[in-house]
T-cell receptor
Framework: DTGVSQNPRHKITKRGQNVTFRCDPI?????LYWYRQTLGQGPEFLTY????????KSRLLSDRFSAERPKGSFSTLEIQRTEQGDSAMYLC??????????FGQGTRLTVV | AQTVTQSQPEMSVQEAETVTLSCTYD???????LFWYKQPPSRQMILVIR??????QNATENRFSVNFQKAAKSFSLKISDSQLGDAAMYFC?????????????FGTGTRLQVFP
């Protein structure tokens, strides 16, 4: 499968714990995006990488959120001290500098 | 700031019939892209169709076509000959054509049900 891969697919964590999600983009795609989707809403932009450089961060990305893309390949999104409001689907997408972005299946986070 | 509005939370259509999903947007930019994405239950979002704002001709992809009205800032999706597999959430999205930003701005979505 050469699509965007996200792991884990589901994550249940207790409030206050740290969680980390991984996204493997389509091979050779230089751009990578993270979005958050809550129930009944469309995806909201969180952050964007071009190769290893993080070029844009949304105000939604509080200090508890950090994203990395070492060597411009896979990316990780870490949430520290999780809160119930962090419960959402976290989507990753990648593109090859063109207009079309390809999405992964997402990681569903539930904070209890 | 740009916004995207989808005023139809749910729509339904009978198999083989035609349905139109509405989308309006707000922007002060002159050049941009508009998209319709389909999100089936528990599956990833896939691109259905896209439109460049500088093109006057409406985009078409097989059974999917758009009605792009730039002055009215309207971008509706028409699905012809609806099939059961078309049942999904449909999101309208906007992207600036300026190179310094790549993010998509999505509407809240329309859930499409297809009845046999």
């Amino acid at each position: 499968d050469t699509g965007v891969s996200q792991n884990p697919r589901h994550k249940i964590t207790k409030r206050g714990q740290n969680v980390t999600f991984r996204c493997d983009p389509i091979s050779e795609h230089n751009r990578l995006y993270w979005y958050r989707q809550t129930l009944g809403q469309g995806p909201e932009f969180l952050t964007y990488f071009q190769n290893e450089a993080q070029l844009e961060k949304s105000r939604l990305l509080s200090d508890r959120f950090s994203a990395e893309r070492p060597k411009g390949s896979f990316s990780t999104l870490e949430i520290q001290r999780t809160e119930q409001g962090d419960s959402a689907m976290y989507l990753c997408a990648s593109s090859l500098g063109t207009v079309e972005a390809f999405f992964g299946q997402g990681t569903r986070l539930t904070v209890v | 700031a740009q916004t995207v509005t989808q005023s139809q939370p749910e729509m339904s259509v009978q198999e083989a019939e035609t349905v139109t999903l509405s989308c309006t947007y707000d922007t002060s930019e002159s050049d941009y892209y508009l998209f319709w994405y389909k999100q089936p239950p528990s599956r990833q979002m896939i691109l259905v169709i896209r439109q460049e704002a500088y093109k006057q001709q409406n985009a078409t992809e097989n059974r999917f076509s758009v009605n792009f009205q730039k002055a009215a800032k309207s971008f509706s999706l028409k699905i012809s000959d609806s099939q059961l597999g078309d049942a999904a959430m449909y999101f309208c999205a906007y992207r600036s054509a300026f190179r310094d930003t790549d993010k998509l701005i999505f509407g809240t979505g329309t859930r499409l049900q297809v009845f046999p």
